[in-house]
C-alpha cells in the first residue's frame, strides 16, 4: 500500500518573549492510500498547527514532511497546494465571494491553467457542473449563477467540499469543517464528506470537537495533547472506542 503522508520528527518551535515554546512535538504520523483519520484534542492542542505545518503555512523548526512520494519540506505554500486540498472552518474562505458557483467550480477544476481558459470551461461544463452541484442535496445545483456570498453557510460549505475534491488532491485537510453549522446542516455536510472520500477513495486528515463524528467516521482517530500525538488508534482498535473513551481524554 502506497504511502500518501509520511511526517518524521516534525517540530514546530516558535521564539517567544518569554523563551522557546513547542507547538509541534517530535510528529510522526504515516498515513497510507485511503487512510482517513479523526484528529482529537483539546483546545490548543496543535491541531490546526499540525495542519499549518502539513500544508507549509507555518515553518517547521525540524523535521521532514512527504506527500504522495515527494519531499515537500522545503516548498512553500502555493507550490504545496498542488497535493493538498483544504477546507476550513469558516464557510467564508475556501470560496470566492463575488464569483458564482459554475465559476468557482470553473477555478476548482482549472487550478493554474489560464484565466481566459478558466471562464470558457464555465459555459462548456455547465451541465457538469450540474450534476455535481446537485450532489450535495441542498439546492446548490439551482444556484449556479449566484455569487458565493448570497449562499447559505452549509451551501458554501459544500461548495468548498466539492472545490476540493475536483480534481483529486492527494491529501485533504478538514480542519473543524462543519463547526460553524447548525445541526442538521453539519449532519448532511459530513454525510457529503463520507460519500466523496469514498467514492474517489481520498486519503486524508479531519479535525473534529464532535466525539461522535470522531467515531463515525474514517479508519482511524488520532490523539493531540501539548503538541504530540499521544494515541493513534487503528480501525480495530478505533470499533471499540466508545465516547467516554474519548471524552477521558478532555478531563
Ligand atoms: N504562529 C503561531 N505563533 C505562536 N503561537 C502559535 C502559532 N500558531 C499556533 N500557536 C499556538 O499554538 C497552540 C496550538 O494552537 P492550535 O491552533 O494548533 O490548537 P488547536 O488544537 O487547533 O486548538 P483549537 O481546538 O482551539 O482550534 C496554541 O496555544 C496557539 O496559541
Redesign the pocket.
Known sequence: MSVQLKLTDVQVN?A?EQGV?T?LDDVNLVLNQGDFVTVL??????????F?AIAGT?PITAGQIEIAGHDVTKLNPEKRAKYIARVFQDPKLGTAPRMTVAENLALASHRGDRLKLKFQQVSKQREAYRTLAAKTGNGLDQALDKATEQLSGGQRQALSLLMASLKRPELLLLD?HTAALDPHTSQAIMALTAQIVAEQQLTGLM?T?QMDDALQYGNRLIV?DNGRIIADYDADSKAKLTRQDLLDYFD
Do not use: D, V
Open positions: 516558535i517567544q515554546r507547538l484534542g483539546t483546545n490548543g492542542a496543535g491541531k490546526s498547527t499540525l499549518n507555518l473543524e479535525i470537537h493531540l
